[in-house]
């Protein structure tokens, strides 16, 4: 836990950038699928009104060719996912998120991802503590603007 700690207080505010690539209306639509949506304008890329799930761009943590093995931890989460535990022994949880839209997500513009280590907290009581990391993404279309701002938390134990 010691390690873990100190690497992520040590990237605390550092900011890293992540070219996801154009968005493509058949992995937006799968998402759609995948969430249970049986409205038109989410599944039908042809339609007039058509429109990227909210929730898709927040999901995305990779470029259109995913990852590669050796970007996966043990438990499937990427390797740098959470700042300052990779190669280290310790569990991740997802531990909470906020998301703030900006924009309707345009297919075919770049996309690119903002993200940096906010703040590392020691939280719990003796026998059972655990790191509370919150990290900041900024989605961004090249020709739009900000799409949206997320705001994570990890627990580390």
Known sequence: MRA??????????TV???DLGPLRAQETVAFARACGEVDPCLLD????????HPLYLPS????PGGGVAAEYRADGMFRDEVPGT???DVRLM????????????PLGDPITVRRSLDTVERKGRPGS????LTVSKTYRASGAGDLATVTERFIVR
Do not use: I, K, M, N
Request: glycine content about 14%.
């Open 4 to 13: 873990a700690e100190e690497r992520a207080a040590a990237v605390v505010g």
């Open 16 to 18: 890293e950038y992540r």
């Open 45 to 52: 890329p042809d339609s007039a009104g058509f429109e990227v």
């Open 60 to 63: 995305v943590l990779r470029g």
């Open 86 to 88: 990779d190669g280290l």
């Open 94 to 105: 997802a531990g909470g998120q906020s998301v703030t839209f900006h924009r309707p997500v």
């Open 129 to 132: 503590v655990f790191l509370l």
